[in-house]
T-cell receptor
């Protein structure tokens, strides 16, 4: 997984800070959005999802915000911990069929103790 | 333990030598998919399968084949690998469609 991080925008935060990771999606017809976390050497792991009829959804320490007007998603992580260090991807699904997923390029989050 | 397994995890091969990367899931999932991940390009879908004997192309299917003869297995076949297929490959599965996929650990392939 180490080469996954090359060429990615990076967000560096201190432990305990709140982190906000942004994503611009491409298709106004997209109906469903997912955030994934990918740690070094591992496959992507589901974090949280949101449907296009919602503006906000909260999970444990994470919140996803959706702004359909400007086609923008954000992932907020509260009280960021060193274990949150990873690459974060947003992904969109078109409402034409739940068969294919289009991933964004990702953001690397680095959390310093 | 519920999991998606891939083999091999690492492979170095030469141009033109056929290879197969296996993928197996133990969750009785209907949907399985293959992705490749390249620096600066993110994850791109190669092929997917909605069920046994049903496969379809993703965004980058050229140079790849798949088969789905059993529900648990979804091998990725490179008949004549080329250097531009050097990449990190992930298999994924879910009960229904793409929304709750579980990803395997990845296979790093290098084609010389």
């Amino acid at each position: 997984g180490e080469s996954v991080g090359l060429h990615l925008p990076t967000l560096s935060v201190q432990e305990g800070d709140n982190s906000i990771i942004n994503c611009a999606y491409s298709n106004s017809a997209s109906d469903y959005f997912i955030w994934y976390k990918q740690e070094s050497g591992k496959g992507p792991q589901f974090i949280i999802d949101i449907r296009s009829n919602m503006d906000k959804r909260q999970g444990q320490r994470v919140t996803v915000l959706l702004n359909k007007t400007v086609k923008h998603l954000s992932l907020q992580i509260a009280a960021t911990q060193p274990g949150d260090s990873a690459v974060y991807f947003c992904a969109e699904i078109l409402n034409s069929g739940y068969s294919t997923l289009t991933f964004g390029k990702g953001t690397m989050l680095l959390v310093s103790p | 333990e519920a999991q998606v397994t891939q083999n091999p995890r690492y492979l170095i091969t030469v141009t033109g030598k056929k290879l197969t990367v296996t993928c197996s899931q133990n969750m009785n999932h209907e949907y399985m998919s293959w992705y490749r991940q390249d620096p600066g390009l993110g994850l791109r879908q190669i092929y997917y399968s909605m069920n046994v004997e049903v496969t379809d192309k993703g965004d980058v299917p050229e140079g790849y084949k798949v088969s789905r003869k059993e529900k648990r297995n979804f091998p990725l076949i490179l008949e004549s690998p080329s250097p531009n297929q050097t990449s990190l490959y992930f298999c994924a599965s879910s009960a229904l469609g793409v929304d709750t996929q579980y990803f395997g650990p990845g296979t790093r392939l290098t084609v010389l």
